[in-house]
């Protein structure tokens, strides 16, 4: 069984362009969520997708956007990036109805931003 | 809203001796709890969880947690440790209800066992 499994697991960018990462979630997991982890720091959610819509949303601008498509895969895209914006970036999956109480994370995408 | 607050954000300790890393939350309704390590240049694993009943909780690999709500703490410990036990360990909380389901983390606890 394939875990949660995101895309592509480094990336250089330059301020000012836009980022796309993927996540294939855990296989039987509805839920998608997306957390950014800075260097030296503990992860922080942006957004959960289930059912294709964000469904709730943490402390992060709207240059922060998602996707979620039927296959129950997601998008984080990121526009405008600036130098704050590199970090780890971690999907987590699990399921809506209860069946499941915790979050299985992938391995994450280092972003640079430079 | 919930946050975690974990105390030590560095613990080094010898191979084979005790450790404790602390964590406390703050929260206006019931919890969840959890433990999850990091290798690195790896994601996120869960260690253990406390949903509800017995305040103790146990790992497969020797950890264990005590969930103790009137100090709002969840501080997971292990008896002796081991070289491979080095990692950054966060601790965790959400809320109860399947709809709102982000965790909230504190910033990390870096183990480091010495030989």
């Known amino acids: 069984d394939a875990g949660v499994t995101q895309s592509p697991t480094h990336l250089i960018k330059t301020r000012g362009q836009q980022v796309t990462l993927r996540c294939s979630p855990k296989s039987g997991h509805d839920t998608v969520s997306w957390y950014q982890q800075a260097l030296g720091q503990g992860p922080q959610f942006i957004f959960q997708?289930?059912?294709?819509?964000?469904?709730q949303r943490g402390n992060f601008p709207d240059r922060f956007s998602g996707h979620q498509f039927p296959n129950y895969s997601s998008e984080l895209n990121v526009n405008a990036l600036l130098l704050g914006d590199s970090a780890l970036y971690l999907c987590a999956s699990s399921t809506r109805d209860g069946r499941n109480t915790e979050a299985f994370f992938g391995q994450g995408t280092r972003l640079t931003v430079v | 809203a919930q946050s975690v607050t974990q105390l030590d954000s560095q613990v080094p300790v010898f191979e084979e001796a005790p450790v404790e890393l602390r964590c406390n939350y703050s929260?206006?309704?019931?919890?969840?709890l959890f433990w999850y390590v990091q290798y690195p240049n790896q994601g996120l694993q869960l260690l253990l969880k406390?949903?509800?009943?017995?305040?103790l909780v146990e790992s497969i690999n020797g950890f264990e947690a005590e969930f103790n709500k009137s100090q709002t703490s969840f501080h997971l410990r292990k008896p002796s440790v081991h070289i491979s036990d080095t990692a950054e360990y966060f601790c965790a909380v959400r809320a109860p209800d399947t709809g709102r389901r982000a965790l909230t983390f504190g910033s990390g606890t870096r183990l480091q066992v010495q030989p």
């Open positions: 929260s206006s309704v019931s919890v969840y």
């Open positions: 997708y289930y059912e294709e819509e964000e469904r």
């Open positions: 406390y949903l509800s009943g017995s305040t």
